[in-house]
Protein backbone atom coordinates (compact mmCIF):
# COMPACT_ATOMS: atom_id res chain seq x y z
CA UNK A 1 0.00 0.00 0.00
CA UNK A 2 1.15 3.36 -0.65
CA UNK A 3 -0.10 6.40 1.16
CA UNK A 4 -0.72 9.74 -0.16
CA UNK A 5 -0.99 13.17 1.53
CA UNK A 6 -1.80 16.03 -0.59
CA UNK A 7 -1.39 19.62 0.93
CA UNK A 8 -0.88 23.43 0.19
CA UNK A 9 -4.63 24.61 -0.93
CA UNK A 10 -6.23 27.37 0.27
CA UNK A 11 -7.95 30.62 -0.58
CA UNK A 12 -6.18 32.89 -2.82
CA UNK A 13 -7.22 35.98 -5.36
CA UNK A 14 -7.52 36.00 -9.37
CA UNK A 15 -3.61 35.93 -10.02
CA UNK A 16 -1.99 34.54 -6.53
CA UNK A 17 -0.09 31.70 -6.78
CA UNK A 18 0.10 28.19 -4.57
CA UNK A 19 2.31 25.26 -4.35
CA UNK A 20 0.66 21.46 -4.13
CA UNK A 21 2.92 19.40 -2.60
CA UNK A 22 1.93 15.33 -2.86
CA UNK A 23 4.30 13.32 -0.21
CA UNK A 24 4.62 9.68 -0.31
CA UNK A 25 4.74 7.32 2.67
CA UNK A 26 7.52 5.31 1.05
CA UNK A 27 10.64 5.83 -1.42
CA UNK A 28 8.82 3.14 -3.66
CA UNK A 29 7.53 6.18 -5.19
CA UNK A 30 10.46 7.02 -6.89
CA UNK A 31 9.29 3.86 -9.32
CA UNK A 32 6.07 5.82 -9.64
CA UNK A 33 4.57 8.06 -12.55
CA UNK A 34 2.34 10.55 -10.59
CA UNK A 35 -0.50 12.35 -11.76
CA UNK A 36 -2.66 15.61 -10.23
CA UNK A 37 -6.02 16.12 -10.89
CA UNK A 38 -9.27 17.92 -9.84
CA UNK A 39 -12.80 17.84 -9.76
CA UNK A 40 -14.67 21.19 -9.20
CA UNK A 41 -18.29 20.69 -7.60
CA UNK A 42 -20.76 19.13 -9.83
CA UNK A 43 -17.91 18.52 -12.89
CA UNK A 44 -16.20 15.47 -13.47
CA UNK A 45 -12.82 14.70 -12.64
CA UNK A 46 -9.85 16.06 -15.33
CA UNK A 47 -6.60 15.30 -15.47
CA UNK A 48 -4.43 18.60 -14.77
CA UNK A 49 -0.99 17.53 -14.78
CA UNK A 50 1.54 13.97 -14.56
CA UNK A 51 5.15 13.32 -14.52
CA UNK A 52 6.93 9.82 -14.86
CA UNK A 53 8.98 7.75 -13.07
CA UNK A 54 11.97 9.50 -14.09
CA UNK A 55 10.87 12.65 -14.00
CA UNK A 56 11.82 13.42 -17.65
CA UNK A 57 8.25 13.59 -19.23
CA UNK A 58 5.80 15.76 -17.71
CA UNK A 59 2.26 16.49 -19.59
CA UNK A 60 0.33 19.35 -18.73
CA UNK A 61 -3.75 20.25 -19.78
CA UNK A 62 -4.31 22.60 -22.08
CA UNK A 63 -6.04 24.68 -19.16
CA UNK A 64 -3.26 24.81 -17.30
CA UNK A 65 -0.48 24.95 -20.12
CA UNK A 66 2.24 27.55 -18.96
CA UNK A 67 0.90 28.63 -15.63
CA UNK A 68 1.90 24.96 -13.75
CA UNK A 69 4.38 23.24 -13.08
CA UNK A 70 5.05 19.86 -12.04
CA UNK A 71 8.06 18.62 -10.62
CA UNK A 72 9.04 15.45 -7.92
CA UNK A 73 12.08 15.73 -5.24
CA UNK A 74 13.18 12.01 -4.93
CA UNK A 75 15.12 12.42 -1.56
CA UNK A 76 11.75 13.87 0.00
CA UNK A 77 9.12 11.09 -1.71
CA UNK A 78 7.17 14.20 -2.86
CA UNK A 79 5.80 15.72 -6.20
CA UNK A 80 4.92 18.90 -5.90
CA UNK A 81 3.02 21.22 -8.59
CA UNK A 82 3.43 24.87 -8.84
CA UNK A 83 0.55 26.79 -9.73
CA UNK A 84 0.47 30.55 -10.83
CA UNK A 85 -1.46 33.39 -12.55
CA UNK A 86 -4.71 31.12 -11.09
CA UNK A 87 -8.53 31.33 -12.66
CA UNK A 88 -11.52 31.29 -10.49
CA UNK A 89 -11.99 28.40 -13.37
CA UNK A 90 -9.04 26.77 -11.45
CA UNK A 91 -11.36 26.31 -7.97
CA UNK A 92 -11.80 22.28 -7.21
CA UNK A 93 -10.47 20.20 -4.94
CA UNK A 94 -7.00 18.68 -6.28
CA UNK A 95 -5.98 15.29 -5.87
CA UNK A 96 -2.82 13.54 -6.58
CA UNK A 97 -2.57 10.12 -7.78
CA UNK A 98 0.83 7.57 -8.71
CA UNK A 99 0.85 4.18 -10.42
CA UNK A 100 3.73 2.07 -10.68
CA UNK A 101 5.26 1.25 -14.47
CA UNK A 102 6.68 -1.99 -15.72
CA UNK A 103 9.14 0.32 -18.24
CA UNK A 104 7.97 3.02 -20.32
CA UNK A 105 9.29 6.54 -19.18
CA UNK A 106 5.76 8.22 -19.63
CA UNK A 107 2.30 9.15 -18.11
CA UNK A 108 -0.95 10.19 -18.37
CA UNK A 109 -3.90 13.19 -17.40
CA UNK A 110 -6.05 10.72 -18.25
CA UNK A 111 -7.93 9.65 -14.71
CA UNK A 112 -8.14 5.79 -15.30
CA UNK A 113 -7.80 4.31 -11.66
CA UNK A 114 -5.85 1.22 -13.67
CA UNK A 115 -3.13 3.55 -14.40
CA UNK A 116 -3.29 5.44 -11.07
CA UNK A 117 -4.56 2.92 -8.17
CA UNK A 118 -3.28 5.06 -5.68
CA UNK A 119 -4.74 8.36 -4.37
CA UNK A 120 -4.74 11.23 -1.68
CA UNK A 121 -7.73 12.61 -0.19
CA UNK A 122 -7.45 15.32 -1.87
CA UNK A 123 -6.96 19.38 -1.01
CA UNK A 124 -9.33 22.52 -1.63
CA UNK A 125 -8.09 25.25 -4.21
CA UNK A 126 -10.18 28.47 -4.01
CA UNK A 127 -9.71 31.27 -6.10
CA UNK A 128 -11.80 34.39 -5.79
CA UNK A 129 -12.11 37.00 -8.64
Known amino acids: QLDLVESGGGLVHAGGSLRLSCTAS????????VGWFRQAPGKEREGVSC????????IYSDSVKGRFTISRDYAKNTVTLQMTDLKPEDTAVYYC??????????????????????WGQGTQVTVSS
Open 97 to 118: AAGWVVSLDTCTIVPDTGRYPY
Open 26 to 33: DSILDGFR
Open 51 to 58: ISHSGMTT
